[in-house]
């Protein structure tokens, strides 16, 4: 049964920092691309950052210099380090693991983190 375990959210005031964790169980975990998405109140969900097996990293411009997502292969556990957060960081966060296979792809979902950045 595959996994994906968020945690490190919370209440945090502008310019904070918070860093989540995603622990993952039941895949082969290195051979998925990992990634961050996340979901404001009455808005789609949409990708933050993603991180492949090579370590290859990508953002949306919104987070870039601020955030950084990294990978840890042996604990199974990609991370989420969010520095000075803003208000519009605000929503729950989802971790996602993702890979292609030969008939399309298999794809996992976190049950999400919530972050709230208010002062």
């Known amino acids: 049964q595959v996994q994906l375990v968020e945690s490190g959210g919370g209440l945090v005031q502008p310019g904070e920092s918070l860093r989540l964790s995603c622990a993952a169980s039941g895949i082969i975990f290195n051979i998925y691309v990992m990634g961050w998405y996340r979901q404001a109140p009455g808005k789609q969900r949409e990708l933050v950052a993603t991180?492949?097996?090579?370590?290859?990293?990508n953002y949306v411009d919104s987070v870039k210099g601020r955030f950084t997502i990294s990978r840890d292969n042996v604990k199974d556990t990609v991370y989420l380090q969010m520095n000075s957060l803003k208000p519009d960081d605000t929503g729950v966060y989802y971790c996602?693991?993702?890979?292609?296979?030969?008939?399309?792809?298999?794809?996992?979902w976190g049950q999400g983190t919530q972050v709230t950045v208010s002062s």
């Open positions: 996602n693991a993702v890979r292609r296979t030969l008939h399309g792809s298999d794809e996992y």
């Open positions: 991180i492949t097996s090579g370590f290859r990293t």
